[in-house]
């Protein structure tokens, strides 16, 4: 604990000084780069703040690199006396000797002894934990309250003003939006589920299309992030007051480097409109507020400071070469600045040290580095493929028993044993060849690992992570040529008997069916998802649905669904995991594209992409429309907000495959 205090001293020392050089540099950055340049510098200070190291752990990590260089440089200067060998110069800043001197504290039965440096260390962590631990409970009480007496908006202007700055700005993230008598001026909330909150009051669409672009750009650079970033990186440093100066101008940056992405490419009227929004909208006092959000007033020489940067006609540079240079600064700082425990000097043994030295530097030139242990030990004869199959296997293999079993401590893998063991001369008209292997993990504590169905270890940790030598790879031969077909895992028999051969039959069969089976592929929450899919023909359509997702539904009775519309809708089902989810197929006959897409309007929906989306509360209602031959298919979905990148992907991908 004390080594992380002082490593941290060291690193607000270092930090401390770039804040005092970028504070008397400010008038000329401002006027120079954009605001974006500083709001990322500070963000890597906050980062560097966080980070326990000093520039003694740096040294230490770098010794090995630059052992070999310092070795050949000693054998070189052996001969000359008169030059002996120089460490590099460094600042330490070193503890008074009082701090570590014990202190003895009287108690009732006994006396006990601690030192002042143990004390500072105490209430150093005492005070990070009061202050970030007040910050999150006033966040979370000024966020319930916002809850209890704020309501989800439904304003369909609002709401889809939010649907296409989204679209506008790429945002991927979903946003619930709702307005409140308690905020004091608009905001953006939530680490993981962002909310949008708005005071109660009326606002133009001019004034709405600035505020919601102002939070939502707060929202795609996670902004509210960055601040409990910057607060957590103060709580380590509260003891500093330049750190606390740091995070103030850390976050006047924030606010303009923000204003400057919502007015780019907005000419000088426009700029004006927007300064006008802020001046109407940010009250000058807020009693309650909360540091984790955008809720920002910074008084009126603050946003005197924002209007004139707004309303700067000059363009200004590209500031990446001064954010490059406070990275190496600090860099350098770090490794030149540390601090230390003052204490009485050993006595010195020169004779002994050297010897030492001698014996270290004759060790270490005489140490070879070991050669590398062979993962894969095979028959000379095993081909490159079937080694490059096995590898495979028991990567997988070991990947998924790290994941799933981490209590074995796995951390490394081998094949034990790979070699040919049986030959199909004629198996459904082929040529196969029969590969048996076994694999093994190393476990770091042997003593924990509960062996069961049928694992086995050795003596120095390597697990048998199931029966030993059970594992084959089946490959179909062609001349020299190796095709691999499958694998299997048989633990009751062997390649060529009965048992063997009908499982191997089954796996085969099983493989040849799953290639003929239709997939469905799309991107759900990130990934590449494919689910095996079955051609659903409906009344006039034909389109792909993955299985066991969704079962067919009774529609007469859904709340939401326009009373009008029922005489069309065919077809509905519902998501089996989440009966919030559905999608429904609505036929408008006779009806051209364009028709149906004026309908949809006229009920609220807006044309994103290829789709119209309506957002009531944190429900999302989508339209697919495909165009007949003489009339319009309607694809209708409805799920919730954070259903949008899972769901909603899903959905789309069901409806590409549609056809009349």
């Given at each position: 604990?004390?080594?992380?205090?002082?490593?941290?001293?060291?690193?607000?020392?270092?930090?401390?000084?770039?804040?005092?050089?970028?504070?008397?540099?400010?008038?000329?950055?401002?006027?120079?780069?954009?605001?974006?340049?500083?709001?990322?510098?500070?963000?890597?200070?906050?980062?560097?703040?966080?980070?326990?190291?000093?520039?003694?752990?740096?040294?230490?990590?770098?010794?090995?690199?630059?052992?070999?260089?310092?070795?050949?440089?000693?054998?070189?200067?052996?001969?000359?006396?008169?030059?002996?060998?120089?460490?590099?110069?460094?600042?330490?800043?070193?503890?008074?000797?009082?701090?570590?001197?014990?202190?003895?504290?009287p108690s009732k039965g006994n006396r006990i002894q601690t030192t002042l440096l143990n004390a500072t260390v105490m209430l150093w962590a005492a005070?990070?934990?009061?202050?970030?631990?007040?910050?999150?409970?006033?966040?979370?009480?000024?966020?319930?309250?916002?809850?209890?007496?704020?309501?989800?908006?439904?304003?369909?202007?609002?709401?889809?003003?939010?649907?296409?700055?989204?679209?506008?700005?790429?945002?991927?993230?979903?946003?619930?939006?709702?307005?409140?008598?308690?905020?004091?001026?608009?905001?953006?909330?939530?680490?993981?589920?962002?909310?949008?909150?708005?005071?109660?009051?009326?606002?133009?669409?001019?004034?709405?299309?600035?505020?919601?672009?102002?939070?939502?750009?707060?929202?795609?650079?996670?902004?509210?992030?960055?601040?409990?970033?910057?607060?957590?990186?103060?709580?380590?440093?509260?003891?500093?007051?330049?750190?606390?100066?740091?995070?103030?101008?850390?976050?006047?940056?924030?606010?303009?480097?923000?204003?400057?992405?919502?007015?780019?490419?907005?000419?000088?009227?426009?700029?004006?409109?927007?300064?006008?929004?802020?001046?109407?909208?940010?009250?000058?006092?807020?009693?309650?507020?909360?540091?984790?959000?955008?809720?920002?007033?910074?008084?009126?020489?603050?946003?005197?400071?924002?209007?004139?940067?707004?309303?700067?006609?000059?363009?200004?540079?590209?500031?990446?070469?001064?954010?490059?240079?406070?990275?190496?600064?600090?860099?350098?700082?770090?490794?030149?600045?540390?601090?230390?425990?003052?204490?009485?000097?050993?006595?010195?043994?020169?004779?002994?040290?050297?010897?030492?030295?001698?014996?270290?530097?004759?060790?270490?030139?005489?140490?070879?580095?070991?050669?590398?242990?062979?993962?894969?030990?095979?028959?000379?004869?095993?081909?490159?493929?079937?080694?490059?199959?096995?590898?495979?296997?028991?990567?997988?293999?070991?990947?998924?028993?790290?994941?799933?079993?981490?209590?074995?401590?796995?951390?490394?893998?081998?094949?034990?044993?790979?070699?040919?063991?049986?030959?199909?001369?004629?198996?459904?008209?082929?040529?196969?060849?029969?590969?048996?292997?076994?694999?093994?993990?190393?476990?770091?504590?042997p003593e924990d690992v509960f062996l069961v169905g049928g694992m086995t270890m050795t003596e120095d940790g390597w697990v048998v992570p199931n029966?030993?030598?059970?594992?084959?790879?089946?490959?179909?031969?062609?001349?020299?040529?190796?095709?691999?077909?499958?694998?299997?895992?048989?633990?009751?028999?062997?390649?060529?008997?009965?048992?063997?051969?009908?499982?191997?039959?089954?796996?085969?069969?099983?493989?040849?069916?799953?290639?003929?089976?239709?997939?469905?592929?799309?991107?759900?929450?990130?990934?590449?998802?494919?689910?095996?899919?079955?051609?659903?023909?409906?009344?006039?359509?034909?389109?792909?649905?993955?299985?066991?997702?969704?079962?067919?539904?009774?529609?007469?009775?859904?709340?939401?669904?326009?009373?009008?519309?029922?005489?069309?809708?065919?077809?509905a089902w519902t998501a089996w995991n989440n009966e919030d989810v559905r999608f429904w197929i609505v036929r408008f006959e006779g009806r051209t594209?364009?028709?149906?897409?004026?309908?949809?309007?006229?009920?609220?929906?807006?044309?994103?992409?290829?789709?119209?989306?309506?957002?009531?509360?944190?429900?999302?209602?989508?339209?697919?429309?495909?165009?007949?031959?003489?009339?319009?298919?309607?694809?209708?979905?409805?799920?919730?907000?954070?259903?949008?990148?899972?769901?909603?992907?899903?959905?789309?991908?069901?409806?590409?495959?549609?056809?009349?």
């Amino acid at each position: 604990m004390t080594n992380i205090f002082l490593s941290v001293l060291a690193g607000s020392i270092s930090v401390s000084l770039i804040t005092v050089l970028l504070i008397a540099l400010m008038p000329f950055l401002d006027k120079r780069y954009a605001a974006k340049w500083k709001y990322w510098i500070w963000l890597f200070l906050a980062v560097r703040l966080l980070l326990p190291f000093s520039g003694t752990d740096i040294r230490s990590a770098l010794q090995p690199l630059q052992q070999e260089k310092i070795q050949q440089t000693a054998q070189t200067q052996q001969n000359n006396t008169s030059m002996p060998l120089r460490k590099p110069a460094r600042v330490m800043v070193e503890l008074p000797v009082q701090m570590t001197a014990p202190i003895t504290v009287p108690s009732k039965g006994n006396r006990i002894q601690t030192t002042l440096l143990n004390a500072t260390v105490m209430l150093w962590a005492a005070g990070g934990l009061c202050f970030i631990g007040f910050h999150l409970i006033s966040y979370t009480r000024y966020k319930r309250q916002l809850f209890r007496t704020g309501t989800v908006i439904k304003d369909r202007r609002i709401l889809c003003q939010i649907m296409q700055l989204k679209q506008e700005l790429a945002i991927g993230r979903s946003v619930l939006p709702i307005v409140s008598a308690d905020a004091a001026s608009p905001m953006m909330l939530g680490f993981f589920c962002a909310v949008l909150v708005l005071p109660s009051a009326e606002y133009s669409a001019e004034e709405l299309y600035f505020i919601l672009k102002h939070e939502l750009v707060h929202l795609k650079r996670g902004d509210v992030s960055m601040k409990l970033l910057l607060v957590t990186a103060n709580a380590v440093h509260w003891f500093n007051p330049l750190i606390w100066l740091m995070r103030k101008e850390a976050t006047v940056d924030m606010e303009l480097s923000c204003d400057e992405r919502v007015t780019q490419g907005a000419d000088f009227a426009q700029k004006k409109a927007y300064t006008e929004t802020l001046l109407s909208t940010l009250h000058k006092q807020c009693t309650k507020w909360t540091v984790l959000s955008t809720q920002f007033y910074g008084g009126k020489k603050v946003m005197k400071k924002r209007f004139q940067n707004i309303l700067r006609k000059n363009a200004k540079k590209n500031g990446v070469g001064i954010l490059l240079f406070v990275i190496f600064l600090t860099i350098s700082l770090g490794m030149l600045i540390g601090c230390t425990a003052a204490s009485e000097p050993a006595p010195k043994a020169p004779q002994q040290s050297e010897e030492k030295e001698e014996l270290s530097t004759d060790s270490f030139a005489e140490t070879e580095p070991s050669e590398p242990e062979e993962k894969v030990t095979a028959d000379a004869d095993v081909p490159d493929i079937v080694r490059g199959e096995a590898q495979m296997w028991t990567v997988e293999e070991y990947q998924h028993a790290v994941r799933e079993s981490p209590g074995n401590h796995y951390s490394d893998w081998r094949i034990e044993s790979l070699a040919h063991c049986y030959t199909y001369e004629d198996f459904q008209g082929m040529v196969l060849q029969v590969y048996r292997m076994n694999i093994e993990f190393l476990s770091e504590q042997p003593e924990d690992v509960f062996l069961v169905g049928g694992m086995t270890m050795t003596e120095d940790g390597w697990v048998v992570p199931n029966y030993p030598n059970s594992r084959y790879l089946i490959f179909r031969q062609d001349g020299d040529t190796l095709t691999f077909l499958t694998r299997m895992f048989e633990n009751d028999c062997e390649a060529g008997d009965e048992t063997f051969t009908h499982d191997l039959e089954h796996r085969l069969a099983l493989a040849e069916q799953s290639q003929e089976t239709p997939t469905l592929t799309f991107s759900q929450e990130g990934e590449l998802c494919t689910l095996p899919a079955t051609l659903i023909e409906g009344n006039g359509y034909t389109f792909y649905q993955p299985d066991g997702e969704w079962y067919p539904c009774d529609f007469e009775n859904w709340e939401d669904f326009e009373e009008e519309w029922k005489p069309y809708l065919y077809d509905a089902w519902t998501a089996w995991n989440n009966e919030d989810v559905r999608f429904w197929i609505v036929r408008f006959e006779g009806r051209t594209l364009d028709e149906a897409q004026k309908e949809l309007q006229d009920k609220g929906y807006v044309k994103i992409d290829d789709r119209m989306l309506r957002q009531d509360g944190d429900t999302v209602y989508s339209v697919e429309l495909k165009e007949g031959q003489t009339d319009t298919w309607c694809i209708f979905s409805r799920y919730p907000v954070d259903a949008q990148e899972g769901y909603g992907m899903q959905i789309h991908a069901i409806a590409e495959t549609f056809a009349e």
